[in-house]
Nanobody
Framework: QVQLVESGGGRVQAGGSLRLSCAASGRTFSIYAMGWYRQAPGKEREFVAA????????YYADSVQGRFTISRDNAKNTWYLQMNSLKPEDTAVYYC???????????????WGQGTQVTVSS
């Protein structure tokens, strides 16, 4: 099993920045892909960003491309989502995910964090 614990959410004004962290513990050697999703009130969970392997391959949703950066620290078994130029539409609960591929929502063996709230005010 793998346990994921997120931190770093909060409230920020539009144009501001936040950095989310996701710390993994347990059978972390089984993790190949790490990612972030978000879910706004009344909406479905949507993909935000992901990376695989050593972090050389990264993927972003069009809505966050150029503003968000995903990275990892192997020594700490932690990955991050640096969010810059935040917009009110980025308001959501953000979830980290880990698994064997970036298709987290289709992987019954994927692991999910508990979620952290990000609120961007205008």
């Amino acid at each position: 099993q793998v346990q994921l614990v997120e931190s770093g959410g909060g409230r920020v004004q539009a144009g501001g920045s936040l950095r989310l962290s996701c710390a993994a513990s347990g059978r972390t050697f089984s993790i190949y892909a790490m990612g972030w999703y978000r879910q706004a009130p009344g909406k479905e969970r949507e993909f935000v960003a992901a990376l695989t392997g050593s972090g050389s391959s990264t993927y972003y949703a069009d809505s966050v491309q150029g503003r968000f950066t995903i990275s990892r620290d192997n020594a700490k078994n932690t990955w991050y989502l640096q969010m810059n130029s935040l917009k009110p539409e980025d308001t959501a609960v953000y979830y980290c995910a880990a698994g064997g591929s970036i298709r987290f929502t289709r992987d019954e063996n994927a692991y999910w964090g508990q979620g952290t709230q990000v609120t961007v005010s205008s």
